[in-house]
Every structure is written in C-alpha cells, then in structure tokens.
C-alpha cells in the first residue's frame, strides 16, 4: 500500500507540480502503455496531452494500463506488428498511431576501409564475407546462422560469417553453446564471434551480404535500416515487422525463422548471383531513403504533436 500510494499518488502530484512550473505542454512518454504510470496520471492532472511509443510486442498489459492508456492522446506504434499486437491483446480502442523508427544516412558512415576490416579479423581478400550484428543471444537466432553455415561449407568454401555483438552475463552460456557448435561442426574460422564493436558501420560495410537471423517477432530491427543505409541486401527472418522494411525479392529475401535450410536457400541464391545482390542492396538503400529516414519520423510525429496542441 505504502508503494502504491507513493508511486501513483505522491509522485504523480510532485511531477504534475512540475509540468505547471515549467509550463509543460505536452508530455512525450518513450516505451509502452506498461510504464511511466505517474507521468501519466501527472499529465492529466496538470491538463495537458500525453503520449507515448509503444516500442516492444509484449505479452501482457496488465489492467492499470489498459486504464490509464484510455486517457492517452496518441499511442505511436514502432511498426504495425507491435499496433497488431496491441489490437490482439484488445485494445484496438487506443489511439494507435503507426510511425516507423527512422535512421539519418549519415550516421552510418564507414570510416575504416573494408581490407582494414578484413586484415583485423584475418579474412582474406578472396574469401566472402557475409555476417550478423546484434547482442548474441537465444532470440536473435545466432545457432540458426551457424547450422545454415555448416550446410553452406562444402558449396562455398571461401565463405566467412562474422558475429558483431556484445554477451550480456545472462547469456554467456548460450555464447559458450554457439563457441561449442561452432567447433563440433567444424567451422572455426569460418564463423567468427568478434564481441562488442563500437563502429558497427565499419563491419557492415565490409560484409557482402547482411544476415538477421532472429527467431522470436521483432518489433521493429533498425539493424536492417543500418544494412540498408550502407547498401547491403540483406538476408532476414520473416517475423514481426522485418517484412515491413524488407522487400522480399527486391530489396533482399525472407525466410522463415528458426530454420537453418530456409535461410541456406536464400544465401546460396545471393551467393550465387553477386549482381542480384548487389542490385537488392542498391533497392534497400533507396527504399530508407523513401520511406525509413528520420525526417519522416520527425514530420509524422510533429504532426501528432500539432494535432493535440490545437486542442
């Protein structure tokens, strides 16, 4: 009781004192109807417009939320899977709004050349190298990767996959199960961990071909908006909203995910056709220019913000 009453009726009067000292007009709420409850409350008690992004696909929404999203000016969905995904849970009344996360081009500028790349991880210059970004961990399908690149050994014998990610403590076993896998099939030094890396767009750009592999719903993937921006086709499960960003078939190809053979398919089909690629990762790039850059996000979010404001 103690906590209740400090987390939704002290703190929400503390905060909504402050929104009318500092003239606050409106509030802007960053992840999901399941948080920032006192922020909520404090909003509507100092009369001013609340939204928030809905940025995960979560599994439950518990019924203060539901009961204080009612009250919500907007609720900016990242992708239409996670507006899906809300409307399965009912609360399809909401006003969901879908907004796309957006990526400035620019940010993703390689700085480092692609041999220099090549030379830091020992891949030679007549070997192919395709790869993955993103934290290892069960959900992001790094094992399906390793088993796809087992099928693919004999076929392509110069081909190497890099994993660029960091190892949270929680999944440091399933780290040391990919280390195993990666030995027992025989692939060592044709599937290389490399960690944590802060220039990711230097290891994107030295890749032919861009993997995602995860195989739980995503509810966005700017990873694939970072491939696109440096014109790589990329290669990518098709759950949550990935099929939303790519375009199976033009700005790369979608498998089904969790399956090893589904995901050899599609590399050996850009493996085999360099001009296909390329030509796919040219699509990609023109694609997050016309429909993924963060000046469309910033314009489509204004104009909720211009919206509310007028009353």
Same mark, same amino acid.
């Given at each position: 009781?103690? &906590?209740?009453?400090?987390?939704?009726? !002290?703190?929400?009067?503390?905060?909504?004192?402050?929104?009318?000292?500092?003239?606050?007009?409106?509030?802007?709420? &960053?992840?999901?109807?399941?948080?920032? $409850?006192?922020?909520?409350?404090?909003?509507?008690?100092?009369?001013?417009?609340?939204?928030?992004?809905?940025?995960?696909? &979560?599994?439950?929404?518990?019924?203060?939320?539901?009961?204080?999203?009612?009250?919500? =000016?907007?609720?900016?969905?990242?992708?239409?899977?996670?507006?899906?995904?809300?409307?399965?849970?009912?609360?399809?009344?909401?006003?969901?709004?879908?907004?796309?996360?957006?990526?400035?081009?620019?940010?993703?500028?390689?700085?480092?050349?692609?041999?220099? !790349?090549?030379?830091?991880?020992?891949?030679?210059?007549?070997? *192919?190298?395709?790869?993955?970004?993103?934290?290892?961990?069960?959900?992001?399908?790094?094992?399906?990767?390793?088993?796809?690149?087992?099928?693919?050994?004999?076929?392509?014998?110069?081909?190497?996959?890099?994993?660029?990610?960091?190892?949270?403590?929680?999944?440091?076993?399933?780290?040391? $199960?990919?280390?195993?896998?990666?030995?027992?099939? =025989?692939? *060592?030094?044709?599937?290389?961990? *490399?960690?944590?890396?802060?220039?990711?767009?230097?290891?994107?750009?030295?890749?032919?071909?861009q993997i995602h592999a995860s195989i739980a719903p995503e509810p966005f993937g700017r990873v694939l908006l970072e491939g696109?921006?440096?014109?790589?086709?990329?290669?990518?499960?098709?759950?949550?909203?990935?099929?939303?960003?790519?375009?199976? =078939?033009? *700005?790369?190809?979608?498998?089904?995910?969790?399956?090893?053979?589904?995901?050899?398919?599609?590399?050996?089909?850009?493996?085999?056709?360099?001009?296909?690629? &390329?030509?796919?990762?040219?699509?990609?790039?023109?694609?997050?220019?016309?429909?993924?850059s963060i000046a469309h996000n910033v314009r489509a979010t204004e104009q909720i913000y211009d919206r509310l404001l007028a009353?």
């Amino acid at each position: 009781m103690v &906590n209740f009453v400090r987390g939704l009726v !002290i703190e929400p009067v503390r905060l909504a004192a402050l929104l009318r000292r500092e003239g606050i007009a409106l509030v802007h709420l &960053n992840n999901s109807i399941v948080r920032n $409850h006192p922020w909520m409350i404090a909003a509507q008690l100092a009369g001013v417009p609340c939204i928030t992004h809905e940025r995960g696909i &979560n599994l439950k929404f518990p019924v203060r939320a539901r009961l204080l999203a009612r009250r919500l =000016g907007a609720v900016v969905c990242i992708s239409a899977a996670v507006r899906d995904n809300l409307i399965r849970h009912g609360l399809g009344n909401l006003p969901l709004v879908t907004i796309h996360n957006g990526l400035d081009p620019d940010s993703m500028r390689a700085m480092r050349s692609a041999a220099e !790349i090549r030379a830091e991880l020992g891949i030679r210059a007549e070997q *192919t190298l395709v790869g993955t970004i993103g934290n290892i961990k069960p959900w992001k399908g790094q094992e399906v990767v390793v088993r796809a690149m087992a099928l693919l050994r004999d076929e392509f014998p110069n081909l190497v996959c890099i994993m660029v990610g960091d190892t949270s403590p929680d999944d440091m076993a399933y780290r040391e $199960h990919i280390d195993a896998l990666v030995r027992d099939l =025989g692939l *060592t030094g044709r599937v290389v961990v *490399t960690g944590y890396r802060s220039d990711v767009a230097n290891y994107i750009a030295a890749l032919e071909i861009q993997i995602h592999a995860s195989i739980a719903p995503e509810p966005f993937g700017r990873v694939l908006l970072e491939g696109m921006a440096l014109g790589k086709p990329v290669v990518a499960s098709g759950g949550g909203a990935v099929p939303e960003i790519v375009v199976h =078939g033009q *700005t790369g190809l979608l498998f089904e995910p969790g399956q090893p053979e589904a995901l050899t398919a599609s590399l050996r089909m850009l493996l085999a056709d360099p001009l296909l690629a &390329n030509a796919m990762g040219a699509a990609g790039r023109q694609r997050l220019d016309a429909a993924f850059s963060i000046a469309h996000n910033v314009r489509a979010t204004e104009q909720i913000y211009d919206r509310l404001l007028a009353g």
